[in-house]
């Protein structure tokens, strides 16, 4: 079992598995290889993206999430990440909505010595980016809430324990999320989650949950659909792994933007994949669950009686009633998202001496300081500078850090925020201190969580004539409730500046969807040419550009690292065939190495010298057969050369090709668990009988995209279990036609040269 780790009150937060500390502490050794030059870019990326590293719009300058299950936090380690943040960043932290917080600014030479500052205080930002088992959260209350049905905390933090531990967590297709709400509010957003727990009493009072698994937002977002009615609190952990294991062997690796596990679920309806999910689920418990299991403990007690209903909602804005009617809840904001050391300092002190156990991170990008007694609420928020009674007045705005910082910020998200936040003071709007709640992101990947807000806003950028407008999509009407759940409906492209006006007007007449569908209405157009006013975002004076976007890094993992040796290759190939003479050697020694490489991480193994990896390349891919038996010695030329045993190696050209071409063709047809879904070379190549296609296609001087349709079309023309010969010129043509046929389901069974071009053979499956 593993321990767990006491903040004062004797609340539970995430204690690290010793495999997390091992890991931690070899991140060191990574920056060190990397700065030698011994670790590739893209190796290296995926590597400190895992760790819970990324790089921001400034290049050379890292943000570091740092993961607290459950959100929870204590007054120590938060002084520990004000320390970290003053000392190598800029002094700002940022609190995320899936309750993490962010070190931001950061030289990379200064990141080891953060991660390690952390480790220290017994935190990690280990899993906190890529392709893993994130952050698993809980709602903020949980423990103190009247309203909840048990205090779900405990669950979220043994759960993370758990996954933290297991390799499989971190090497997924993408990135997979976990929630735990106390009731059907969802105040962690379970509707929304890759696996969503809802608390409830079975049969005589046991704790439980349903369970919910398919939700997301961002790219094509979706509520999660129900795969449990009602399970035991013990079987948490065995849900969890059942659902991963789903993703892992379903999810979509090669495409990246169709990876999440709401596209499975798209792609085999709700009856699959609740199917899907038993199967897995059966697996588990035949197998037994890895690892170690965190304790539980007992049944935790329900929600008290005596607690009247009427209690359970808002004092005012910052305020919450507790199940101990002589305390309260207390809710410090920072400047969107935004804390600054000193801040965090004082709000640590304020925790230590008026409140009881640990802080939590929320999704609305807030700190909760738990058990203040009622008569030292107001001294605390005033030492604080906020509002005694708690009753701010301005918008309650939830926002991502935008463009300001993230490689993939369109627009200045934390600039919309202020200005609507100072319209709404200087026009006297008064907000309910129970909503609406806006919610704000710089770009269509929802870190911001606008889909699920009362109004949201979507990042976008719009031509008019030639010039570009800061734009926002404008949403309405989410609900947020298990079972209920909906995410907002989309209204109308609105320019970034004539954002804080309709906001105001919608919030003054009430902020209900047909008051705000009128305002977008009326706001939308834009003249042509654009006035320069609308061409300039929020907050700054200069022309609106994409100017430092660039590819996300969320991603970075296996499918980063092998595109990069492909690339490579290919590279390499075009530098032989452009420079004949003494180039073309090395250059041709290289395109066979990186060709070699390519593939092995795939296998898990990360050779790092020339010998070991041609030595690793023909136990995992000659030996099987899944590359021609001419790659062995291609690989063995090759070394020769290189040792000067060889005078030159133009003559293996072709051979080079073959090779490349071969190991495409097995990339492009890796599954969602890193099999390969096309036969060996060495296999009988189907189709007909006598092994022979059914019907061939010259498609021979035919571009992209045409030649992929006109193959299309002639492989709907044979029976299924055919096979389909195409030929095919080089380049973009062999390069894209077979990957696209891979995509769709169709078996690819084998990539061969001809006379100047290349023979592609597909079996039709469906």
Not at 60 to 84: E, K, Y
Not at 391 to 417: F, H, M, P, Q, Y
Not at 462 to 481: K, N
Not at 624 to 633: N, T
């Amino acid at each position: 079992m593993t321990e767990t780790m006491l903040g004062a009150g004797g609340d539970l937060v995430l204690r690290l598995p010793e495999e997390v500390r091992r890991e931690t502490l070899q991140y060191r050794g990574a920056v060190e290889r990397f700065g030698r030059g011994e670790m590739s870019p893209v190796a290296f990326k995926a590597h400190r993206v895992t760790m819970g590293l990324y790089e921001q719009r400034v290049t050379g300058r890292f943000m570091v999430r740092i993961r607290l299950g459950a959100g929870r936090v204590t007054p120590d380690q938060l002084v520990r990440i004000a320390d970290l943040a003053e000392r190598h960043g800029s002094g700002l932290v940022h609190a995320t909505t899936r309750e993490d917080l962010q070190i931001h600014d950061l030289p990379l030479e200064n990141t080891p010595d953060v991660v390690e500052g952390l480790l220290a205080a017994g935190l990690s930002p280990r899993g906190g980016g890529g392709n893993t088992v994130r952050n698993v959260t809980a709602c903020p209350r949980a423990g103190v809430c009247p309203a909840e049905v048990f205090d779900v905390a405990p669950c979220a933090i043994a759960v993370a324990e758990h996954q933290l531990q297991a390799p499989s967590s971190y090497n997924l297709p993408r990135k997979f999320k976990v929630a735990f709400s106390g009731c059907g509010r969802d105040c962690a957003f379970a509707s929304v989650s890759d696996v969503g727990f809802f608390a409830r009493l079975g049969a005589g009072g046991a704790a439980g949950f349903s369970v919910w698994a398919g939700g997301g937002l961002g790219n094509r977002p979706r509520t999660a659909v129900r795969v449990e009615e009602f399970i035991r609190r013990e079987e948490i952990f065995a849900v969890t792994e059942a659902v991963k294991r789903l993703f892992d062997g379903h999810g979509d690796r090669a495409n990246r933007h169709q990876a999440r596990l709401r596209f499975v679920l798209d792609r085999v309806g709700e009856a699959g994949f609740v199917r899907l999910y038993r199967e897995e689920r059966a697996r588990v418990e035949a197998e037994g669950l890895p690892g170690r299991v965190p304790a539980l403990g007992g049944d935790p007690p329900g929600v008290p009686a005596s607690v009247p209903a009427g209690d359970r909602d808002r004092i005012a804005r910052d305020l919450w009633p507790e199940r101990d009617p002589g305390r309260v809840t207390v809710r410090v904001r920072g400047t969107f998202g935004h804390f600054r050391h000193d801040d965090l300092r004082a709000i640590a002190g304020a925790a230590a001496a008026d409140g009881r156990g640990p802080l939590r991170a929320t999704p609305d990008q807030a700190l909760l300081v738990t058990g203040v007694p009622r008569n030292r609420v107001a001294g605390l928020l005033a030492a604080l500078g906020r509002p005694a009674d708690g009753a701010d007045a301005g918008a309650d705005i939830v926002t991502c850090t935008g463009a300001e910082t993230c490689k993939l910020g369109l627009c200045l998200s934390r600039n919309l925020a202020g200005a609507i936040d100072a319209e709404v003071r200087r026009r006297g709007v008064r907000v309910p201190a129970d909503g609406p709640v806006i919610r704000i992101s710089g770009c269509p990947n929802s870190c911001g969580q606008h889909l699920s807000g009362d109004i949201g806003f979507e990042g976008r950028a719009r031509r008019v004539g030639d010039r570009l407008v800061p734009c926002y999509e404008v949403l309405a009407g989410a609900v947020i409730r298990e079972g209920q759940a909906r995410l907002g409906e989309r209204l109308g492209v609105v320019p970034a500046r004539r954002i804080p006006a309709l906001v105001a007007e919608a919030l003054a007449a009430g902020g209900g969807r047909e008051t705000t569908a009128k305002l977008v209405a009326e706001s939308a157009t834009i003249p042509d040419p654009a006035p320069d006013e609308l061409c300039r975002d929020l907050g700054v004076d200069v022309p609106f550009s994409l100017a430092g976007r660039g590819p996300g890094e969320c991603g970075a993992g296996v499918m980063d690292v092998i595109r990069m040796d492909l690339a490579e290759a290919r590279a390499q190939l075009k530098s032989a065939e452009g420079s004949p003479g003494p180039g073309a050697n090395e250059a041709l020694y290289r395109a066979t190495v990186a060709a070699a490489r390519s593939l092995l991480v795939a296998f898990g193994a990360e050779p790092r010298t020339d010998r070991e990896i041609f030595d690793a390349f023909r136990t995992r891919l000659i030996e099987p057969g899944w590359v021609g038996g001419e790659a062995l010695s291609l690989s063995a030329a090759a070394v020769e050369w290189r040792m000067g045993d060889r005078p030159g190696l133009a003559d293996l050209l072709e051979p080079a090709k073959i090779l490349v071409a071969r190991v495409e063709a097995l990339f492009a047809s890796l599954d969602a668990s890193l099999k390969f879904r096309i036969p060996p070379v060495t296999a009988a190549p189907g189709g007909q009988a006598d092994g022979t296609p059914s019907r061939s296609i010259d498609l021979r001087g035919v571009a992209c995209p045409m030649n992929f349709v006109k193959a299309k079309v002639a492989l709907e023309g044979v029976a299924t279990g055919e096979v389909l010969e195409i030929l095919l010129d080089d380049g973009e043509p062999v390069q894209n036609v077979p990957a696209s046929f891979t995509e769709q389901g169709q078996e690819v069974l084998g990539v061969k040269p001809g006379d100047g071009h290349w023979r592609v053979a597909v079996r039709r499956v469906r």
